[in-house]
Nanobody, 126 residues
């Protein structure tokens, strides 16, 4: 069982930055792919970014490419999402997710995660 706890959400003005963190329990963190997803009110949850077990591969949704950066520290069992140039449309609850990393492409990293955190609210004001 993997437990995930997100932190770092909050209220920020458009153009600002936030850094989300996701702390994971378990001794096999370094074998897991990690992803960030978000869900805005009235909308379906959507993929934001993902990172492979080693950190060597990263994937991003087109809507955040060039503005968000995903990274991980396997020694700290933590994955991060640095969000820059935030826009009001980035407002959502952000979720961290994990799964055993047997992926080999964007589609695999963007879906079907097994473990989820409770989410952290990000609000971007205009």
């Amino acid at each position: 069982q993997v437990q995930l706890v997100e932190s770092g959400g909050g209220l920020v003005q458009a153009g600002g930055s936030l850094r989300l963190s996701c702390a994971a329990s378990g001794r096999t963190f370094s074998s897991y792919a990690m992803g960030w997803f978000r869900q805005a009110p009235g909308k379906e949850r959507e993929f934001v970014a993902a990172i492979s077990w080693s950190g060597g591969r990263t994937y991003y949704a087109d809507s955040v490419k060039g503005r968000f950066t995903i990274s991980r520290d396997n020694a700290k069992n933590t994955v991060y999402l640095q969000m820059n140039s935030l826009k009001p449309e980035d407002t959502a609850v952000y979720y961290c997710a994990s799964k055993w990393d047997s992926c080999s492409g964007y589609r695999c990293y963007a879906e079907k995660y097994d473990y989820w955190g409770q989410g952290t609210q990000v609000t971007v004001s205009s």
